[in-house]
């Protein structure tokens, strides 16, 4: 089966005319290529999201200070926001997800690939829209050019009344597109998980990366759609003089909060869902070891998918709630805490008895285990609502939803660059630089986030431009500005040593890890049909049944 | 721009905030010595910061409460504290322990560890025991959301309507006849005999959240969607707060203080805004100006022909410590400053500049300077 498994060796790359080239990645329907676009496509926006955290960070470095306007610093948060969220993080995740997926369950592709390559492009046109509202935002002379209404974009502060001009049209055109796009991917995944699994991949055999995309693919549908409808409807006030938010003529203020949370919420288990599935394969590589308890994983991750869509009313604890909607949201959202505290004992029960080999991938998923346990545990404090009604939309929160969103997904994803890099390029990282990026970006996160929970709880709200001396909040606001400077060197490092390795890295061979999913039995980067015969597997870990017949899994699962 | 709010008081205020960071009560000695740093602060500074500053505790710390609902919820925050910090210190030590103890040695036989696949009892175990502590956790907390929420108003309570507008706060005592903005005057609220205020939340605009970290947690202020909070301060003081939901470009200068005054203090308060506008003589040429330019579209001085009600009612603007919102202290040149340019105090706020000549302007000022 060894050699059946492994794919013919790539056509080298002959030097082909540029425009040869373009055209064939602008008309790519190939799972893989389309993923490297995404990813590519999601970096790019990652440093444009990058740099304008860092002037939010040097605008509050001391209090009073002058670096930008109010106006460009409710600019510059509206659209970090709205960059990580829509146009770093979801591409990002997709763009992993659609070049694995197919390759773990040994297919030779997504099920639809023309709606594959639509929906990438759908998301790229989104951003690109969103981004030229610098540039035509300005419909009434001095009314603003990109949106400066937050990321959730409370009505009624978007009603044509407080916001003139059009760049919340363009917040809501290009959220509107990206998101369909978001949907094609996620039929897509879904399709491709339940239809094209090779022979004996029973879903209880299914790599659990694949399984946390599904439960990922099954949220976006269900996630992204009252977002669309909200988008819709507010289009509809801004153009049409509907009044379903516009406060002014009657509408509700609080329904846009409900259709956003319910979106809003099961979106952060739609960032972090992935993020666990890049745990889920490297922690068992690196100790190894199989994934300790794969059915609770498995089971854990669907009830996160289900309960993550009961508790999104916890965005609004201070909204006015009765106190029984207040209760039931608290309980939701501290039951929730459940499946994912089994998922992070899983994952120690994974290393337990393992022989940890601390490469550069393996570093990150660590600092991941920690990182994600303080952010479990802020998210508990703030599920209770007295306790969020002094928290909330304090710098306290802002630090919580860093240490998820950085803490965790990025961190993860960063260990995903590793560790798949050289099945992408065909070529090995350069580990000394992966090191260094690690703890550059280590010590740059803890400083920035750990002291940003402090002016929380001295009373400091969050997108405010500027603040007053003497609240005690001068000392941390400097911290977090200084953690920057090492993120910043440490992705400095990072896009350096891609580049470095791509050009120069030494050839990485199929299976560098000496891993036991399908996708390192064919060759780096994969041929575009991905296994020259379709593989059959008895196992979860292919692989390691290959490497050891005499002790082949498929006989104790 | 710094200048328009004065320099010289950035350094007083350093050192009230210094000084009131530590329980003042617990350590004697450090007070009295830090009360002549701060009277050698007062002397180096020009003038005095605020007029009024008895308990002027800069720093709005969620966890120095000083009334009941910020008490009820330091007291369930310290109980979810302590559970967190016992799962943090379990789970961080069993995640070091085997970092460290099942790393890959130096001397390793190269041989794969044995696999294991999972363990019924033990998922058993770490489903369970975290239900049950999510359990104990709800039970709390729900104690504290209907204690606080389904608060009894007692007879005796004041009753304040706050109106969030863009960037700052207007308050009516609809039983008292008063009308002021931006500096809530409320009575301290004795336990045994308790004068509790209970606060009307109304947004004028967009939405706004009142906090005051120190009295309780933040309520949003949602245009037609009214909302209610209760506080009662057991001890006299000035209470910083401020805007907590994004409203608009000057979100961050929508500032609040809550002056908890001493009932005879709340009473002379009470008698002083409810008499109507005092216009002395003096001040002829500035309410001439006043009155006939847009200052009246939305400004209202009452007994005049000012009415307007788009901005801060100003009929006593003189017994507030600070102006737009506690943006800048309320002194003459501040004052003059914001009637002339308000861009260099609060940028993007909804004040226009009246773009006066010097004299009118010092006339205008004067006439201000005198609602008293």
Not at chain 2, 205 to 232: Q, Y
Request: charged fraction near 15%.
């Amino acid at each position: 089966m060894a050699s059946e498994t492994i794919a013919l060796t790539a056509a080298h790359d002959v030097s082909q005319p540029i425009g040869t080239i373009l055209h064939d990645w602008v008309t790519t329907v190939d799972h893989k290529k389309l993923g490297i676009l995404y990813i590519l496509y999601a970096l790019v926006f990652l440093v444009i999201g990058g740099i304008e955290a860092t002037i939010m960070r040097i605008q509050l470095i001391v209090p009073h200070n002058h670096f930008v306007s109010p106006q460009v610093f409710n600019r510059m948060f509206t659209m970090h926001g709205t960059t990580m969220i829509f146009f770093v993080a979801m591409p990002i995740l997709f763009g992993f997800g659609n070049y694995l997926i197919p390759l773990m369950i040994g297919a030779r592709d997504m099920a639809f690939p023309r709606l594959n390559a639509w929906s990438f492009w759908l998301t790229a046109f989104g951003g690109l829209l969103l981004y030229f509202s610098f540039v035509g935002g300005n419909g009434l002379y001095g009314a603003g050019t990109a949106p400066d209404v937050g990321w959730f974009a409370y009505a009624p502060l978007t009603a044509t009344a407080f916001s003139m001009g059009h760049s919340t049209d363009f917040w809501t055109l290009g959220l509107l597109v990206s998101g369909f796009g978001s949907i094609g991917t996620a039929v897509n995944i879904l399709a491709t998980i339940v239809c094209l699994r090779c022979p004996g991949m029973t879903l209880g055999k299914m790599p659990l990366f694949a399984w946390l995309n599904l439960v990922m693919a099954a949220m976006v549908l269900l996630a992204i759609s009252p977002l669309t409808a909200a988008q819709i409807m507010l289009s509809l006030d801004r153009f049409l003089g509907a009044h379903f938010f516009d406060t002014q003529a009657g509408g509700s203020a609080v329904m846009w909060m409900h259709f956003f949370w319910i979106f809003g919420h099961p979106e952060v288990y739609v960032l972090v869902i992935p993020a666990f599935a890049f745990a889920s394969e490297i922690i068992p590589v690196f100790s190894r070891k199989p994934i300790f308890g794969y059915p609770v994983m498995v089971a854990a991750t669907v009830c996160i998918g289900f309960v993550g869509f009961s508790v999104w009313a916890h965005h609004m604890f201070t909204v006015g709630m009765n106190s029984y909607a207040n209760s039931f949201f608290t309980i939701t959202t501290m039951a929730i805490g459940v499946p994912t505290g089994i998922k992070i004992f899983n994952w120690i029960g994974t290393m337990w008895g393992g022989k940890i080999i601390f490469k550069t991938p393996m570093l990150f998923c660590i600092a991941f285990l920690f990182q994600f346990l303080i952010a479990g545990l802020t998210g508990i404090m703030l599920s209770a609502a007295p306790f969020d009604w002094q928290l909330g939309n304090s710098y306290f929160v802002v630090a919580h939803f860093h240490y998820v969103i950085v803490g965790g997904i990025l961190f993860t994803l960063f260990g995903a660059f590793y560790y798949w890099f050289p099945k992408m390029s065909g070529r090995m990282y350069n580990e000394t630089l992966g090191r260094w990026h690690f703890w550059l970006f280590f010590i740059g996160f803890h400083l920035t986030f750990d002291f940003m929970h402090v002016p929380g709880l001295l009373g400091m709200p969050r997108r405010i431009y500027t603040y007053e001396p003497g609240r005690g909040w001068e000392i941390w606001n400097l911290i977090c500005t200084v953690g920057v400077v090492f993120q910043i060197a440490g992705t400095f490092v990072f896009i350096g040593n891609l580049l470095w390795s791509y050009f120069k890295g030494k050839a990485a061979g199929n299976d560098p890890w000496d891993a036991w999913t399908l996708e390192w039995s064919t060759s780096s980067p994969p041929v575009e049909y991905n296994f020259a015969r379709i593989p059959v597997v008895k196992s979860r870990r292919p692989l390691w049944d290959i490497k050891h017949p005499e002790d082949p899994d498929w006989k104790y699962e | 721009m710094k200048t328009a709010i004065g320099p010289d008081i950035v350094e007083g205020q350093t050192m009230l905030q210094e000084i009131y960071h530590d329980s003042p009560r617990q350590d004697h000695k450090r007070k009295i010595r830090w009360t002549a740093i701060l009277l050698a602060g007062y002397l180096l500074a020009a003038r005095p910061v605020f007029g009024n500053s008895e308990d002027p505790s800069q720093v709005p710390n969620m966890f120095k409460p000083q009334s009941t609902p910020a008490h009820s919820i330091f007291h369930l925050s310290l109980f979810v504290l302590a559970i967190c910090a016992v799962i943090f210190v379990i789970v961080f030590s069993l995640l070091t322990y085997s970092v460290i103890k099942f790393r890959r040695r130096a001397n390793d036989d190269g041989r794969e560890p044995p696999p294991i696949y999972g363990s019924n009892q033990i998922e058993l175990a770490w489903t369970v025991i975290p239900v049950l502590i999510v359990l104990v956790l709800f039970l709390a907390t729900a104690r504290v959301i209907h204690g606080i929420q389904q608060a009894k108003k007692p007879a005796e309570a004041i009753e304040v309507i706050a109106i969030g507008h863009q960037f700052w706060w207007e308050f009516r005592y609809p039983a008292l006849g008063v009308l002021t903005a931006n500096e809530l005057h409320v009575p301290v609220s004795d336990p045994s005999h308790p004068t509790p205020t209970f606060i009307t939340l109304l947004s004028a605009d967009t939405d706004h959240s009142f906090w005051v970290p120190r009295l309780a947690g933040k309520t949003d202020l949602i245009p037609n969607h009214e909302n209610h909070m209760w506080i009662d301060p057991d001890e006299p003081g000035i209470f910083i707060g401020q805007c907590a939901q994004y409203c608009g470009t000057q979100h961050a200068k929508m500032l609040l203080r809550v002056y908890v005054d001493s009932p005879e203090q709340f009473k002379k308060w009470v008698q002083e805004q409810s008499k109507p506008a005092q216009v002395s003589e003096s001040a002829k040429e500035g309410r001439r100006i006043f009155e006939t330019t847009a200052c009246i579209n939305c400004h209202a001085v009452s007994g005049t022909v000012a009415d307007g009600r788009f901005g801060p009612d100003l009929t006593h603007l003189m017994s507030r410590d600070t102006i737009a919102s506690g943006a800048a202290t309320n002194t003459f040149e501040n004052l003059r400053l914001w009637i002339h340019d308000p861009e260099t105090i609060k940028p993007g706020s909804l004040m226009p500049a009246m773009n006066l000549n010097q004299k009118d302007l010092d006339a205008v000022t004067a006439y201000l300077e005198t609602l008293r």
